[in-house]
Antibody
Framework: QVQLQESGPGLVKPSGTLSLTCAVS?????????WSWVRQPPGKGLEWIGE???????NYNPSLKSRVTISVDKSKNQFSLKLSSVTAADTAVYYC????????????WGQGTMVTVSS | SYELTQPPSVSVSPGQTARITCSGD??????AYWYQQKPGQAPVLVIY???ERPSGIPERFSGSSSGTTVTLTISGVQAEDEADYYC???????????FGTGTKVTVL
């Protein structure tokens, strides 16, 4: 049973860089799946941030592409998100999720972690 | 940027049928997926590839597609189905994912 767990600072200063990690347990990050980040501002809808394959290939939301980097660490079975030049608009619950290789469904989600951008 | 449009809210009495629509120009080319999200919880996949139901999802959840609109149907709604529902698909290139605006289902 694959499980995902996000971790990282809950508070980031404006203009700083948000950094989160998603640990994958119960399965290999090198399986035939993509791994993704999704965020949800308080009281609002879901926004796809980007995805990565174990090879390092990435796709990003065009609206965030200039500020986002997603990377993978196969030795630690985890992947990470960096979002630079953050503002209050980046305050959200950040989820990591698995995109299943055969169905392209976001089939497994982490519990989410709240990140607040504030001085 | 590509958008998927859903009605903000749907209200339904227990035992009745709830239908949630999702509209987008690329839906004739790209599959749609549906997620249920309850307060304080992560989303849960309830329909994939327009109309397929994952194991463990009740049969009362079904999906359909027609042109630029996809529909999630909940037949015989139960109180536990009260939640936010999001459609999800990809843009015409297939490389960028998009979530719908979300629909709050209220069970009266």
């Amino acid at each position: 049973q694959v499980q995902l767990q996000e971790s990282g600072p809950g508070l980031v200063k404006p203009s700083g860089t948000l950094s989160l990690t998603c640990a994958v347990s119960g399965g290999s990050i090198s399986s035939s799946n993509w791994w993704s980040w999704v965020r949800q501002p308080p009281g609002k809808g879901l926004e796809w941030i980007g995805e990565i394959y174990h090879s390092g290939s990435t796709n990003y939301n065009p609206s965030l592409k200039s500020r986002v980097t997603i990377s993978v660490d196969k030795s630690k079975n985890q992947f990470s998100l960096k979002l630079s030049s953050v503002t209050a608009a980046d305050t959200a619950v950040y989820y990591c999720a698995r995109i299943e290789g055969e169905t392209d469904a976001f089939d497994i989600w982490g519990q989410g972690t709240m990140v607040t951008v504030s001085s | 940027s590509y958008e998927l449009t859903q009605p903000p809210s749907v209200s339904v009495s227990p035992g009745q049928t709830a239908r949630i629509t999702c509209s987008g120009d690329a839906l004739p080319k790209q599959y749609a997926y549906w997620y249920q999200q309850k307060p304080g919880q992560a989303p849960v996949l309830v329909i994939y590839k327009d109309s397929e139901r994952p194991s463990g999802i009740p049969e009362r959840f079904s999906g359909s597609s027609s042109g630029t609109t996809v529909t999630l149907t909940i037949s015989g709604v139960q109180a536990e189905d009260e939640a936010d529902y999001y459609c999800q698909s990809a843009d015409s290139s297939g490389t960028h994912y998009v979530f719908g605006t979300g629909t709050k289902v209220t069970v009266l």
